[in-house]
């Protein structure tokens, strides 16, 4: 039994570096290989960590039963027609990884709601402008997505004082937040939202989803904020949406295609903050969930954030 580690994420971790992590945590016994400057025998490898799925790569490993993706997004894996119906796939749950997104969603739903953009553009033009700020009750998030991120990012908001509603597919209760769910709960939720979190995976049910439609019921001059995947929204759709100020920002950290194209018009569109998806980006605690499920995929004993791969997420 082989573990064999690949990464095309080099400048989040190269695959020598994540084995450098995994080594001591898995003991100096447990055969450890690395994709593809040292990758042992193939066909002994029944456990892949990686952080997307490399095409043709399953395809190499006859005898792979578990594939851990480091990270939250497992969208290259679950449904991908390389991986045969029988290997598992897991993903990482850190909270490092989930304080960061939720601090990512506070610092841009803070951004507007105390003005800053506003104060950095009078103070270019020396301008005295003092506007009444808006009281934080008043004040309506909504976040879609109440998973494990989600769920603490709604969690945070309404810690500050916001008023919170959360949308998921099932029905869920959250302390604080007035949480919904199912597809003809999302447009009224949108319409009563000033600012609108998404960490939604990326699924059959989510692509697109932000849509022409489903943008023209957000609240006027409120604020879209997507930490999940570039693929929730669509992006011509997005750009009319903002033209018409429903929304009138956007905060855009993960794109259909990464990295953005440096003719796209996102970059340029005066409605949009873009940031290199970054939003969640340490895994602490996370290495010892992939020590962990080795030793489960050894023993038969049930996997940690084993994802349902029929569901997507
Ligand atoms: P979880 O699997 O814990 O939660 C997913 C949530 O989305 C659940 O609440 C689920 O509903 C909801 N959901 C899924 N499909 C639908 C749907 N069709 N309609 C409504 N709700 C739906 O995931 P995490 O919270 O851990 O992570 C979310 C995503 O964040 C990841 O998949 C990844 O893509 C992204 N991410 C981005 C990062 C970045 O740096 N930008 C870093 C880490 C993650 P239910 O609870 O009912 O199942």
Same mark, same amino acid.
């Given at each position: 039994?082989?573990?064999?580690?690949?990464?095309?994420?080099?400048?989040?971790?190269?695959?020598?570096?994540?084995?450098?992590?995994?080594?001591?945590?898995?003991?100096?016994?447990?055969?450890?290989?690395?994709?593809?400057?040292?990758?042992?025998?193939?066909?002994?490898?029944?456990?892949?960590?990686?952080?997307?799925?490399?095409?043709?790569?399953?395809?190499?490993?006859?005898?792979?039963?578990?594939?851990?993706?480091?990270?939250?997004?497992?969208?290259?894996?679950?449904?991908?027609?390389?991986?045969?119906?029988?290997?598992?796939?897991?993903?990482?749950?850190?909270?490092?990884?989930?304080?960061?997104?939720?601090?990512?969603?506070?610092?841009?739903?803070?951004? =507007?709601?105390?003005? &800053?953009?506003?104060?950095?553009? =009078?103070?270019?033009?020396?301008?005295?402008?003092?506007?009444?700020? %808006? &009281?934080?009750?008043?004040?309506?998030?909504?976040?879609?997505?109440?998973?494990?991120?989600?769920?603490?990012?709604?969690?945070?908001?309404?810690?500050?004082?916001?008023?919170?509603?959360?949308?998921?597919?099932?029905?869920?209760?959250?302390?604080?937040?007035?949480?919904?769910?199912?597809?003809?709960?999302?447009?009224?939720?949108?319409?009563?939202?000033?600012?609108?979190?998404?960490?939604? %995976?990326?699924?059959?049910?989510?692509?697109?989803?932000?849509?022409?439609?489903?943008?023209?019921?957000?609240?006027?001059?409120?604020?879209?904020?997507?930490?999940?995947?570039?693929?929730?929204?669509?992006?011509?759709?997005?750009?009319?949406?903002?033209?018409?100020?429903?929304?009138?920002?956007?905060?855009?950290?993960?794109?259909?295609?990464?990295?953005?194209?440096?003719?796209? %018009?996102?970059?340029?569109?005066?409605?949009?903050?873009?940031?290199?998806?970054?939003?969640?980006?340490?895994?602490?605690?996370?290495?010892?969930?992939?020590?962990?499920?080795?030793?489960?995929?050894?023993?038969?004993?049930?996997?940690?954030?084993?994802?349902?791969?029929?569901?997507?997420?």
């Amino acid at each position: 039994m082989t573990i064999l580690i690949e990464s095309n994420l080099p400048e989040w971790m190269t695959a020598a570096q994540i084995r450098d992590v995994v080594r001591p945590l898995i003991g100096d016994d447990a055969p450890l290989h690395i994709y593809p400057d040292d990758p042992g025998e193939l066909d002994k490898v029944e456990m892949l960590l990686c952080t997307q799925l490399l095409p043709g790569l399953a395809a190499k490993l006859p005898n792979l039963k578990l594939v851990q993706k480091l990270g939250a997004g497992v969208e290259t894996m679950a449904a991908n027609p390389e991986l045969p119906a029988g290997v598992r796939v897991c993903r990482l749950r850190s909270d490092s990884c989930s304080s960061e997104m939720a601090e990512f969603c506070l610092a841009f739903v803070l951004r =507007d709601h105390k003005q &800053i953009r506003h104060y950095a553009a =009078d103070q270019a033009s020396k301008t005295w402008n003092p506007i009444e700020p %808006p &009281i934080t009750a008043d004040v309506t998030v909504g976040v879609l997505g109440l998973g494990f991120i989600g769920g603490l990012v709604a969690k945070l908001m309404g810690m500050i004082g916001f008023r919170v509603l959360g949308w998921s597919r099932s029905a869920k209760s959250i302390e604080g937040v007035d949480a919904r769910f199912g597809e003809d709960a999302l447009m009224p939720m949108l319409a009563e939202c000033d600012y609108v979190c998404s960490v939604l %995976p990326s699924t059959p049910g989510t692509r697109g989803l932000m849509n022409a439609k489903t943008l023209s019921a957000m609240k006027p001059g409120s604020t879209f904020i997507n930490v999940g995947r570039g693929d929730l929204f669509d992006e011509d759709a997005l750009l009319t949406a903002l033209n018409t100020g429903r929304p009138a920002h956007a905060v855009l950290d993960v794109m259909s295609q990464e990295p953005l194209p440096a003719d796209h %018009p996102l970059w340029s569109h005066p409605g949009v903050t873009l940031t290199p998806h970054v939003s969640g980006w340490h895994m602490e605690g996370g290495f010892e969930d992939v020590a962990e499920n080795w030793l489960r995929l050894q023993s038969g004993e049930p996997l940690l954030n084993e994802v349902n791969r029929s569901a997507g997420y």
